[in-house]
Antibody
Framework: EVQLLESGGSLVQPGGSLRLSCAAS????????MSWVRQAPGKGLEWVSTVGSRGDLTYYADSVKGRFSISRDNSKNTLYLQMNSLRAGDTAVYHCVWGYFFDQWGQGTLVTVSS | DIQMTQSPSSLSASVGDRVTITCRAS??????LGWYQQKPGKAPKRLIYAASSLQSGVPSRFSGSGSGTEFTLTISSLQPEDFATYYC?????????FGQGTKVEIK
């Protein structure tokens, strides 16, 4: 059974940084692309970033490009999202998503950016 | 960027009704589209992949159709557990883009 467990969300001040993690199990992590998708309170889904299976290919939404960095550690079956220069508009639940075709999603971790 | 225009944004329906939700892509995305169901406080769950393939374990009352720029999700007979918000997602091109969502409510 595929399991995706996000962690690292918290309350942070504008301009601050945070690193999210996603521990994956139940599949061969190193074979699959992984993504982050966020959902602001009461809003729809927004794709944030995707990383290829080997970590060498990365893609970002314009809204986070230059501020966020996606990475993975295939030896630890873990996906990361480093978030810098956080803004109020980054407040959302961040979901870790398995697969190029967005097959399965984690429950998410809440990031709140507020002073 | 590819825009995904989803309609309607909400609908009210009764148990047993046939429900249709549409997504239009701003350019050809072949069949590179999925449909997702989300219930409050829960993670999205994929129902349909490759525009028309039913995800394993998903009831057969759900179906998807279309290719190119026009796609449809149909629920043939709405059940109480189907009241939720539905999203389409294109994975043809970066940035990946979602439809705005359709909230299906009880009439």
């Amino acid at each position: 059974e595929v399991q995706l467990l996000e962690s690292g969300g918290s309350l942070v001040q504008p301009g601050g940084s945070l690193r999210l993690s996603c521990a994956a199990s139940g599949f061969t992590f190193s074979n699959y692309a992984m993504s982050w998708v966020r959902q602001a309170p009461g809003k729809g889904l927004e794709w944030v970033s995707t990383v290829g299976s080997r970590g060498d290919l990365t893609y970002y939404a314009d809204s986070v490009k230059g501020r966020f960095s996606i990475s993975r550690d295939n030896s630890k079956n873990t996906l990361y999202l480093q978030m810098n220069s956080l803004r109020a508009g980054d407040t959302a639940v961040y979901h870790c998503v398995w697969g190029y075709f967005f097959d399965q999603w984690g429950q998410g971790t809440l990031v709140t950016v507020s002073s | 960027d590819i825009q995904m225009t989803q309609s309607p944004s909400s609908l009210s329906a009764s148990v047993g009704d046939r429900v249709t939700i549409t997504c239009r892509a701003s350019q050809d995305i072949r069949s590179d589209l999925g449909w997702y169901q989300q219930k409050p406080g829960k993670a999205p769950k994929r129902l349909i992949y490759a525009a028309s393939s039913l995800q394993s374990g998903v009831p057969s009352r759900f179906s998807g159709s279309g290719s190119g720029t026009e796609f449809t999700l149909t629920i043939s007979s709405l059940q109480p557990e189907d009241f939720a918000t539905y999203y389409c997602l294109q994975h043809n091109t970066y940035p990946r883009t979602f439809g705005q969502g359709t909230k299906v409510e009880i009439k």
